[in-house]
């Protein structure tokens, strides 16, 4: 099973739905897509799932197609989930600007995910990588950073 995510924003992003559809693959595709409206023969789309419904679909897929968004990126990761991402883009009133693109190039220089970041690219292409991609563990940092936070706090509370 494939899950595509397109997370909660108000703007449509049904260009990633139009690739996904195109792109032949065979197996079970689920759509969570948020306030994207789009009709499909080929996906199961649902317009918002539950976070403990995510989360299982997520740990059923064999791989994760996203938006550029942080949590939508980062939650498959730390469940060692092979990410494609695709960020929303200003010109096409997918997002207010293209900070997602900055996003995806950090993961992908990271050797964490794999990205479709040109219009130009062959998405099957993409799709046909994923299945041998070996993707960097992704480490949190977010237990030091709190640590880190609680120490600077408490200074000024003794």
Known sequence: MILVTLGTQLQSFDRLLRYV??????????VQAGHTKYNSNVMRIFDFISYDEMNA?????NFVIT???????????????????????KKYGEHVDDHQTEIVAAFVQRGHI?????????FSEVISRVRHFQPKTFISNTEYFIYKLRK???QYLV
């Open 152 to 154: 600077e706090i408490n």
């Open 114 to 122: 794999l990205a479709l970041e040109t219009e130009d690219e062959d």
């Open 21 to 30: 559809e195109r792109s032949g693959i065979e197996d079970e595709i689920i």
């Open 57 to 61: 679909l997520i740990d059923r897929a």
């Open 67 to 89: 938006h550029g968004g942080t949590g939508s990126i980062l939650t498959p990761l730390k469940k060692g989930k092979k990410v494609i991402a695709c960020p929303r883009l």
